[in-house]
T-cell receptor, first 115, second 119 residues
Framework: AQSVAQPEDQVNVAEGNPLTVKCTYSVSGNPYLFWYVQYPNRGLQFLLK??????LVKGSYGFEAEFNKSQTSFHLKKPSALVSDSALYFC?????????????FGAGTRLTVKP | DGGITQSPKYLFRKEGQNVTLSCEQN?????MYWYRQDPGQGLRLIYYSQIVNDFQKGDIAEGYSVSREKKESFPLTVTSAQKNPTAFYLC??????????????????FGEGSRLTVL
């Protein structure tokens, strides 16, 4: 069965600095990887996904993520953080081509961007 | 606009009462899901349905029930058997593979959530 680990409960960065939110995964076959963002008392919003192809994936709001198969990682990055990026971020994985397996989410990382 | 609508946004329940959370989607998605979110635990799958009139238990189905009589609707009932029902509940849908036909890459679309508090 697939699983996701987000090793940091909390990430703090200063506005204008680069940010990284870490994610590692485990699947039997090839992964489909996703990042979602959640604002307080709201649902999850899709940011980006890796399906196949280029290891660097670009998504919404200037976010990007790099798929690293050897390290089984899919870290979320942004070159210059904004205060409005402060939110809860979830990494998720599904096994490619087998949607009888559900999507597995990490526990979430709370990002705080300080002015 | 296409999307997923959950209602109510906030719900209060007395102990021993059943409550039903509504989830409606107009995305023409085959699959629908219910997740429970507790602080520090991420999302845990309660039930999911890949087709009308069929659904499967997730990791924490005890104390919950669902129905899927229409493609657009997937209501969740929190029964009195659920010992700790206070949580944030999220409904999602996706255009999953059905009967061997791969329709999408499995991205989930979420509603805005329903917060249930037991008094």
């Amino acid at each position: 069965a697939q699983s996701v680990a987000q090793p940091e409960d909390q990430v703090n960065v200063a506005e204008g600095n680069p940010l990284t939110v870490k994610c590692t995964y485990s699947v039997s076959g090839n992964p489909y990887l996703f990042w979602y963002v959640q604002y307080p008392n709201r649902g999850l919003q899709f940011l980006l996904k890796y399906i196949t192809g280029d290891n660097l994936v670009k998504g919404s709001y200037g976010f990007e993520a790099e798929f690293n198969k050897s390290q089984t990682s899919f870290h979320l990055k942004k070159p210059s953080a904004l205060v409005s990026d402060s939110a809860l971020y979830f990494c998720a994985v599904r096994e490619a081509g087998d949607f009888n397996n559900d999507m597995r989410f990490g526990a979430g990382t709370r990002l705080t961007v300080k002015p | 606009d296409g999307g997923i609508t959950q209602s109510p946004k906030y719900l209060f329940r007395k102990e021993g009462q059943n409550v039903t959370l509504s989830c409606e989607q107009n995305l023409n998605h085959d699959a629908m899901y219910w997740y429970r979110q507790d602080p520090g635990q991420g999302l845990r799958l309660i039930y999911y349905s890949q087709i009308v009139n069929d659904f499967q238990k997730g990791d924490i189905a005890e104390g919950y029930s669902v129905s899927r009589e229409k493609k657009e609707s997937f209501p969740l009932t929190v029964t009195s058997a659920q010992k700790n029902p206070t949580a944030f509940y999220l409904c999602a849908s996706s255009s999953d593979r059905h009967r061997g036909r791969l329709t999408d890459t499995g991205e989930l679309f979420f509603g805005e959530g329903s917060r249930l508090t037991v008094l």
